[in-house]
Protein backbone atom coordinates (compact mmCIF):
# COMPACT_ATOMS: atom_id res chain seq x y z
CA UNK A 1 0.00 0.00 0.00
CA UNK A 2 1.18 3.51 -0.83
CA UNK A 3 1.76 6.24 1.18
CA UNK A 4 -1.17 8.30 -0.19
CA UNK A 5 -3.18 5.26 -0.39
CA UNK A 6 -2.34 4.99 3.23
CA UNK A 7 -2.84 8.85 3.87
CA UNK A 8 -6.25 8.48 1.77
CA UNK A 9 -7.55 5.92 3.67
CA UNK A 10 -6.29 7.68 7.24
CA UNK A 11 -8.64 10.92 5.99
CA UNK A 12 -12.03 9.14 4.88
CA UNK A 13 -12.18 7.18 8.04
CA UNK A 14 -11.34 10.76 9.99
CA UNK A 15 -14.43 11.86 8.16
CA UNK A 16 -16.43 8.85 9.32
CA UNK A 17 -15.25 9.68 12.86
CA UNK A 18 -12.80 6.85 12.61
CA UNK A 19 -9.56 6.14 13.47
CA UNK A 20 -7.34 3.17 13.72
CA UNK A 21 -7.24 1.58 17.25
CA UNK A 22 -4.15 1.13 19.43
CA UNK A 23 -3.09 -2.08 18.26
CA UNK A 24 -4.08 -1.23 14.18
CA UNK A 25 -6.33 -4.05 14.15
CA UNK A 26 -9.69 -2.46 13.80
CA UNK A 27 -11.50 1.04 13.42
CA UNK A 28 -12.97 2.96 16.79
CA UNK A 29 -14.57 5.89 16.97
CA UNK A 30 -12.69 9.12 17.12
CA UNK A 31 -13.75 10.82 20.75
CA UNK A 32 -13.75 14.40 20.41
CA UNK A 33 -13.93 16.84 23.03
CA UNK A 34 -15.14 20.18 22.67
CA UNK A 35 -13.75 23.13 24.00
CA UNK A 36 -15.75 26.80 22.93
CA UNK A 37 -12.61 29.52 23.30
CA UNK A 38 -14.42 32.75 22.62
CA UNK A 39 -18.34 32.84 22.78
CA UNK A 40 -18.68 35.66 20.79
CA UNK A 41 -17.38 34.23 17.20
CA UNK A 42 -18.14 30.34 18.28
CA UNK A 43 -15.28 29.31 17.53
CA UNK A 44 -14.45 25.14 18.88
CA UNK A 45 -11.15 23.05 19.24
CA UNK A 46 -11.84 19.79 18.73
CA UNK A 47 -9.50 17.17 20.66
CA UNK A 48 -9.24 13.86 20.07
CA UNK A 49 -9.49 11.49 23.45
CA UNK A 50 -8.77 8.25 23.99
CA UNK A 51 -10.73 6.93 26.75
CA UNK A 52 -10.11 3.26 26.43
CA UNK A 53 -6.44 2.35 27.61
CA UNK A 54 -5.49 -0.65 27.73
CA UNK A 55 -3.46 -2.02 30.28
CA UNK A 56 -1.21 -5.16 30.34
CA UNK A 57 -2.57 -8.21 32.83
CA UNK A 58 -0.03 -8.15 34.94
CA UNK A 59 -0.36 -4.47 35.88
CA UNK A 60 -4.34 -4.81 36.01
CA UNK A 61 -3.45 -7.72 38.86
CA UNK A 62 -0.77 -5.97 40.97
CA UNK A 63 -2.92 -3.91 43.39
CA UNK A 64 -5.86 -6.88 44.48
CA UNK A 65 -2.60 -9.00 44.93
CA UNK A 66 -0.57 -6.37 47.09
CA UNK A 67 -3.83 -5.32 48.80
CA UNK A 68 -4.51 -9.13 49.70
CA UNK A 69 -0.55 -10.10 50.72
CA UNK A 70 -1.03 -6.46 52.80
CA UNK A 71 -4.15 -7.58 54.90
CA UNK A 72 -2.43 -11.25 55.57
CA UNK A 73 0.85 -9.82 57.20
CA UNK A 74 -0.95 -7.16 58.94
CA UNK A 75 -3.42 -10.76 60.22
CA UNK A 76 -0.55 -12.51 60.42
CA UNK A 77 0.85 -9.62 62.45
CA UNK A 78 -1.90 -9.92 64.76
CA UNK A 79 -2.15 -13.46 65.42
CA UNK A 80 1.58 -13.24 66.45
CA UNK A 81 1.37 -10.28 68.61
CA UNK A 82 -1.57 -12.47 70.44
CA UNK A 83 0.21 -15.38 70.53
CA UNK A 84 3.15 -13.49 72.26
CA UNK A 85 0.68 -11.67 75.00
CA UNK A 86 -0.84 -14.71 76.02
CA UNK A 87 2.61 -16.51 76.50
CA UNK A 88 4.16 -13.84 78.62
CA UNK A 89 0.81 -13.08 80.43
CA UNK A 90 0.89 -16.56 81.07
CA UNK A 91 4.24 -16.90 82.98
CA UNK A 92 3.32 -13.99 84.57
CA UNK A 93 0.67 -15.78 86.14
CA UNK A 94 2.51 -18.97 86.55
CA UNK A 95 5.34 -16.95 88.07
CA UNK A 96 3.48 -14.14 90.40
CA UNK A 97 -0.01 -16.09 90.47
Do not use: C
Not at 9 to 37: F, H, Y
Not at 46 to 63: G, M
Not at 83 to 93: C, D, S, T
Request: hydrophobic letters at 50%; proline letters at 4%; glycine letters at 6%.
Amino acid sequence: MSKSSVKKTLAQAKEMGLELSPDGKSWVPIEELVVKLNPDKHKQVRISVNKKKENSTWTRWIFPIVSVASVLVIIGALIVAWRILNIILGVAVFFYG
